[in-house]
């Protein structure tokens, strides 16, 4: 039986919108730099900080989107793989506090490295997480340690 490769993205609606204030921005500089109705130092000031917002915004939502991925050779995170062979076990952790819920799969490694964290709430389709996590977990004989809910 093989497993299809699960790939997981960034949301990119925060960086989209950021983008589109910095475009407003720059277009606002420019206005008041072509018209000449406020100072120039805050002209160029929106224009410059506006086009900066832009571009980098928009270069983020665009380069590197895939964020994690689950494969037959193991959990590929922020450009590294890790081999099922070297994992003992994992957990999902879900850390609750006033207004918030953050979501984490925490990986134990063989080797007895510092467990590795994956924080699931900025990625899209993270609900399906766990889900996809246990049916690679059980086809490579990963255990798992459970579900621990922590208050913040």
């Given at each position: 039986m093989q497993l299809p490769p699960v790939k997981y993205r960034r949301h990119r609606v925060a960086y989209s919108v950021a983008a589109v204030f910095g475009f407003l921005a720059a277009c606002q500089g420019c206005y008041w730099l072509?018209?000449?109705s406020?100072?120039?130092?805050?002209?160029?000031?929106?224009f410059i900080i506006g086009l900066a917002a832009l571009v980098g915004c928009s270069w983020t939502a665009i380069r590197n989107p895939l964020v994690l991925e689950l494969n037959q050779?193991?959990?590929w995170y922020k450009k590294k793989t890790y081999g099922w062979n070297s994992l003992r076990s994992y957990t999902?952790?879900?850390?609750?506090g006033e207004s918030s819920l953050f979501i984490y799969l925490v990986l134990s490694f063989k080797d007895d490295r510092e467990p590795l964290e994956i924080q699931l709430d900025w990625l899209d389709k993270s609900e399906?997480?766990?889900?996809?996590?246990?049916?690679?977990?059980?086809?490579?004989?990963?255990r798992f340690d459970g579900l621990?809910?922590?208050?913040?």
């Open positions: 072509v018209s000449g406020v100072g120039s130092f805050f002209g160029w000031m929106f050779e193991g959990i999902i952790r879900k850390e609750v399906s997480v766990p889900e996809q996590m246990e049916a690679y977990a059980k086809f490579f004989q990963v621990i809910k922590k208050e913040a």
